[in-house]
């Protein structure tokens, strides 16, 4: 029996990968036995020539896909249109640099053929990347899985192997601002996990800046935890015993020893504190109405302007 399986690979700006991406995928994907592949490659808006690459790929190989967004919506869109296209029994999601070894894919498929439904590709070795991105990736998962009832595996990225039940349950799922890790963790179902070693990129350069990377962390958080609201209620109960507790001290003192000349010092620390507490407050409070606006404008995920397959 030949199992019809599905790849799908997010693309921006990755024309000077393209070339060993498709060797080095076909390649390992002609030695796992009883499959049949189709290539699922997701240009989004990309400014180079990344999306003409694909396609003249995709007219000499009938097994590769190309679906074309109108314009840059973001690997998280891009991962979306390329789940909601494949049809395979089984997907893989891979990145575009391969800095994820393809030939885990092959133990996938193996684990998967053993009965789960979701194979993680876990990192147990990110020499590859910076001493920071290590840190913030380790401080970032540490912080989401303590204050959400979801738990993301540490060092697990996109890459994984999902059951066809899998897909068709995150294709349920409505939310236009996606944190797919989170939406991934989130639908469950039986999951083991296969280790490797991350390696370098052959080409190109990381798309996300610390900037990004920063609101990634934000989004990630506050699409899985109200954590941060009730922190500022305990704030908030907690300022305002102290500010009691302090007032009974004010008013017992002026009983006894009468009243005594206010210190300007104290009144701008004590000004400065509260602004700046009710500042932050009012930032976390519209980081979350903000996401209830967007989700109220019901604007679909990603516009897709073009597939690209060659029919033999």
């Known amino acids: 029996m030949v199992d019809n399986l599905s790849l799908v690979v997010p693309f921006y700006n990755e024309e000077e990968g393209i070339d060993f991406f498709s060797k080095t995928i ?3 994907l002609a030695k796992i036995p009883s499959s049949e592949w189709e290539l699922i490659c997701v240009d989004d808006g990309s400014s180079d020539k990344t999306l003409q690459k694909l396609i003249d790929l995709s007219l000499s190989d009938s097994r590769f896909k190309v679906v074309e967004l109108s314009r840059n919506f ?4 891009a ?3 390329g789940l909601d296209t494949a049809s395979g029994a089984a997907v893989v999601v891979i990145d575009a640099d391969l800095q994820d070894p ?3 894919i092959a133990t996938m498929v193996e684990k998967w053929r053993e009965g789960a439904e979701v194979v993680l590709g876990r990192r147990i070795d990110r020499s590859s990347d910076s001493v920071a991105k290590r840190a913030t990736a380790s401080w970032f998962y540490s912080l989401h899985n303590r204050i959400s009832k979801i738990k993301i595996p540490e060092n697990v990225g996109d890459f994984r192997l999902m059951d066809r039940c899998v897909v068709d349950a995150l294709k349920t799922l409505p939310e236009q601002q996606r ?3 989170g939406l991934f963790a989130w639908v469950g179902f039986r999951t083991v996990t296969v280790d490797y070693v991350r390696a370098p990129r052959v080409s190109g350069v990381t798309k996300f800046s610390p900037f990004s990377l920063w609101n990634f962390a934000i989004e990630g958080i506050t699409s899985f935890s109200t954590v941060p609201l009730r ?7 907690t300022g305002a015993l102290l500010t009691l507790l302090y007032g009974i001290f004010i008013t017992l003192r002026t009983m006894i020893f009468g009243s005594a000349v206010p210190g300007y010092a104290s009144i701008f620390f ?3 504190l509260l602004g700046s507490v009710q500042i932050i407050s009012v930032g976390i409070l519209g980081e979350y109405i903000g996401r209830m606006y967007m989700e109220t404008k019901n604007r679909p995920i990603y516009i897709r302007r073009k597939i690209y397959h060659r029919i033999d």
Do not use: R
């Open 231 to 237: 922190i500022w209620t305990y704030i908030g109960c």
């Open 270 to 272: 004590a000004i400065t």
């Open 79 to 81: 991962l979306t249109a």
């Open 179 to 181: 944190f797919m890790k």
């Open 26 to 28: 076909s390649s390992t």
């Open 102 to 104: 393809a030939e885990i």
């Open 74 to 77: 973001g690997k998280e869109a």
